[in-house]
């Protein structure tokens, strides 16, 4: 999984550097982009240092230089030079930038209950995932205003609804009236029906002139679930094949099984985990908890937390402590 021939940054390197105060930088201008971006975040007082340090990790500029390829190759390994979706690419890059392997579950009940979490937790967070179906006052206007703030986060937007149909309904499914199509980046499907879903899938973010990736359900956290090996085993072997496929959903409750994906899908699709919490064991309702560092050194790409986030006494903190772990994981893996 290891890029050859580059060093690889400690996990504690960006904090030795970080003492040294670095002068801001105009992201317009690529040349003036530190050497390693990675080191840029200081406790310099005179400016907004998560403002600048966004400005030069969101620059478009930035991401298309040799350098930024190299410091993707190394931290990504194998996953970053052999995966081809465009999605999985940039998930990648937003986590360097940002340096946080967060998926924020904003399983949440009202549209400004949501804006106020992304508010503050968005520093922490490569990925936003929303349940558009759980949301008691719903409209499309207050909808867009939620994933601007999420583009202008930086990070893509992954609609959770989980489809299940044939291809054709599946298609109508990212119409009718949430439109998911039209905003969402990334959706979730079972491959119950068979491959022709993805397709279906893809084919209705081509209705709008749009494409996005499918996270495929491979396993699941909750307990007592039916997607046992086998059914693991032909979800990855079909996934692989298909392009439209960005990875798949881990059991992150469990690291042996999450071994066991990362085994069967190799470095060409990623693997995202929920059932993710500091606190590990047994959740509400069924769900199965395991912790964050356990998770990415087992193989997990991404790390889906929510109520481990939402529902905590001081939101920022806890999402700046999971964005830690797993960034110092992911370096150590
Ligand atoms: O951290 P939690 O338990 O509050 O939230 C976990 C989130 C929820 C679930 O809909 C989702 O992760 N999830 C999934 C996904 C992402 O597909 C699969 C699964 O097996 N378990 C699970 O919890 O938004």
Redesign the pocket.
């Known amino acids: 999984m290891k890029a050859k021939n580059i060093a690889k940054p400690k996990a504690n390197a960006s904090k030795i550097i970080s003492k040294e105060p670095k002068k801001p930088v105009n992201s317009a201008n690529a040349m003036d982009i530190p050497a390693d971006p990675l080191m840029s975040r200081s406790s310099c007082p005179t400016f907004d240092m998560r403002r600048q340090s966004y400005e030069i990790r969101y620059s478009p500029s930035f991401r298309a230089t040799k350098q930024a390829e190299r410091m993707s190759a190394a931290i990504w390994g194998d996953l970053w030079s052999s995966n081809q979706s465009v999605f999985a690419r940039r998930y990648m890059a937003t986590a360097i930038e940002k340096e946080t392997l967060v998926c924020l579950?904003a399983?949440l009940r009202t549209m400004g209950d949501i804006r106020s979490l992304i508010a503050e937790v968005g520093p922490y967070i490569a990925c936003l995932?929303l349940?558009v179906d759980i949301v008691n006052d719903w409209n499309i206007d207050g909808w867009m205003d939620i994933c601007k703030e999420a583009k202008d986060l930086g990070v893509a937007i992954w609609e959770?609804r989980?489809f299940a149909d044939i291809g054709r309904v599946s298609r109508q499914q990212m119409a009718g009236a949430f439109d998911i199509r039209s905003w969402a980046d990334i959706v979730?499907a079972h491959l119950i029906s068979g491959p022709d879903i993805v397709q279906g899938l893809q084919n209705g973010w081509g209705d709008v002139g749009r494409e996005g990736g499918v996270?495929l359900?491979a396993?699941?956290?909750?307990r007592g679930?039916l997607l046992n090996e086998e059914y693991t085993t032909t979800v990855v072997e079909y996934g692989n094949k298909i392009e439209g496929v960005l990875g798949y959903?881990g059991?992150g409750s469990e690291p042996d099984a999450i071994r066991v994906l990362r085994n069967m899908v190799g470095p060409t699709r990623m693997i995202?985990t929920?059932?993710?919490?500091l606190a590990t064991g047994d959740?509400v309702a069924g769900?199965r908890?395991g912790h964050p560092r356990e998770a990415v050194l087992a193989g997990s790409d991404c790390l889906?937390?929510?109520?481990?986030i939402h529902q905590s006494q001081n939101r920022g903190e806890v999402a700046a402590e999971y964005a830690r772990i797993s960034w110092e994981a992911l370096l150590d893996r």
């Open positions: 579950a399983d995932k349940h959770d989980k979730t996270l359900l396993q699941m956290s909750s679930n959903i059991n995202w929920p059932g993710i919490n959740g769900q908890y889906i937390v929510g109520s481990g």
